[in-house]
């Protein structure tokens, strides 16, 4: 059974910084690209950064310069470092799981997904 936990949400002042990660378990990480999406109140689920099986990293243009991701394969985990945080990123962040490169900005074609965790930026 695949499991992608997160954690590290919480609420912060803007031009904060927090750090989330997610841990997987039941599927061979190293071989999976990783991707961090949100999902604010009323909004659809966006593509924020994904990290792909051999390193290769895509950023959405609303973080880019701000937030940062990173793999360790030795812990079965992606981490999102976020810095310089604005009201704007409220939202519930999740991690999912693929196994194919293609696409990686379509929360569709992700076959696994954690339960999220709340990020909170106060103004």
């Known amino acids: 059974q695949v499991q992608l936990v997160e954690s590290g949400g919480g609420l912060v002042q803007a031009g904060g910084s927090l750090r989330l990660s997610c841990t997987a378990s039941?599927?061979?990480?190293?071989?999976?690209?990783m991707g961090w999406f949100r999902q604010a109140p009323g909004k659809e689920r966006e593509f924020v950064l994904s990290?792909?099986?051999?390193?290769?990293?895509v950023y959405a243009d609303s973080v880019k310069g701000r937030f940062v991701i990173s793999r360790d394969n030795s812990q079965n985990s992606v981490y999102l470092q976020m810095n310089s945080l604005k009201p704007e990123d409220t939202a519930v962040y999740y991690c999912?799981?693929?196994?194919?490169?293609?696409?990686?900005?379509?929360?569709?074609?992700?076959?696994?997904w954690g339960h999220g965790t709340q990020v909170t930026v106060s103004s």
């Open positions: 999912a799981a693929k196994n194919f490169d293609s696409n990686v900005q379509r929360p569709t074609t992700y076959r696994y």
């Open positions: 039941g599927l061979t990480f190293s071989i999976y690209n």
């Open positions: 990290i792909g099986w051999k390193g290769t990293i």
